[in-house]
């Protein structure tokens, strides 16, 4: 299973429930994985302790391996520091405010530790390994619960001043609209990310009281259960009401990534998550939308690809973190 003690790095995704750990090898091949819960509520020590279970949980596959990694590469929740490896004030992980998790795991494994949040993560590890690997210049969205983006130029992702840039799914498209987790009227994620989607369907169902649909069929009735995964299934099997949901998501998602062609002009948009697989059918839709809102007439030239790495977008990207280690 181990290969040479120069080929492998551990690549981490830690999130709310979860902790996932991989070993990866220099091409972003996963060679093995595990999954352990997170302790995200208590102490930080407990949080830390979860990271290090699972590590401790890979290398108990092949005694050696410890002794043959090159770098850890952490995806933790932010907001966070990647220059200091500091996470701040993760909500969905509250027992770490102002925790040193990169220092905390360099002191147990004596190797170097980089931490960044996922979105950034898995565009890095797109760019190098997957779906943008040969463009300069990647913009990633992470379409899911939420939509985290991600922005790389020449290899590097671009953090801001502060480490806190590339917030892509708080930009607003609609002054006017609901109000988003962050604060904000209309952000892109209140609007087109999975509880938009299931919220959508259900407030059409209930108007249009279809009780044909077979997303009701899905729900078992139920309208209230109506989730973004039943309206997957639902315009798998020819729904109407699905269809129609989800075209209206994809005229939102053209908008909103005409804004970012008109400011980043990227080389290829790579986009990810549950929903954006969900949406690949309309990705031709969504380039319509490109060419009838860009104000760049070239932006029909710009590549929309469907991210290289699915759920293990995180390992990957942690380990993509660590190419240094391979330099």
Request: aromatic share 6%.
């Amino acid at each position: 299973m181990t290969e040479t003690s120069d080929t492998l790095v551990v690549g981490v995704d830690v999130g709310g429930t979860k902790v996932a750990a991989g070993l990866v090898n220099r091409n972003g091949e996963i060679k093995t994985q595990v999954r352990n819960p997170m302790a995200a509520h208590g102490e930080g020590s407990e949080g830390l302790a979860a990271v290090v279970s699972a590590i401790d949980l890979l290398f108990s596959h092949d005694a050696k391996v410890r002794t043959l990694i090159r770098g850890i590469g952490i995806c933790a929740p932010g907001p966070l520091d990647p220059a200091t490896g500091v996470v701040i004030n993760p909500p969905n992980v509250p027992c770490w405010r102002n925790f040193p998790l990169a220092a905390e795991i360099e002191r147990v494994y004596r190797v170097p530790v980089k931490v960044e949040n996922d979105a950034n993560a898995a565009a890095l590890a797109e760019a190098r390994w997957g779906a943008g690997r040969g463009y300069r210049h990647i913009f990633y969205a992470g379409i899911g619960t939420g939509i985290g983006t991600g922005i790389v130029f020449d290899g590097r992702i671009y953090n801001g001043r502060t480490g806190a840039a590339a917030e892509g799914g708080h930009m607003s498209i609609d002054y006017h609209g609901p109000r988003c987790g962050c604060g904000k009227p209309g952000c892109i994620e209140i609007l087109a990310a999975g509880p938009a989607i299931g919220r959508s369907a259900r407030a059409k169902l209930a108007s249009e009281q279809d009780a044909g649909s077979s997303i009701l069929s899905l729900a078992k009735g139920n309208i209230e259960a109506v989730t973004s995964e039943m309206v997957g299934q639902a315009y798998a099997s020819g729904d109407p009401v699905a269809k129609e949901v989800l075209q209206e998501t994809v005229d939102l998602l053209a908008l909103w990534l005409s804004n970012i062609v008109d400011l980043l002009e990227p080389d290829v948009i790579i986009l990810g998550g549950g929903v954006a697989a969900m949406l690949t059918p309309f990705f031709g839709d969504i380039a319509s939308g490109l060419a009838k809102y860009c104000i760049i007439s070239r932006c029909r030239e710009i590549p929309l690809l469907k991210a290289h790495y699915g759920a293990d977008a995180g390992i990957a990207g942690g380990a993509a973190l660590c190419s240094d280690c391979w330099s």
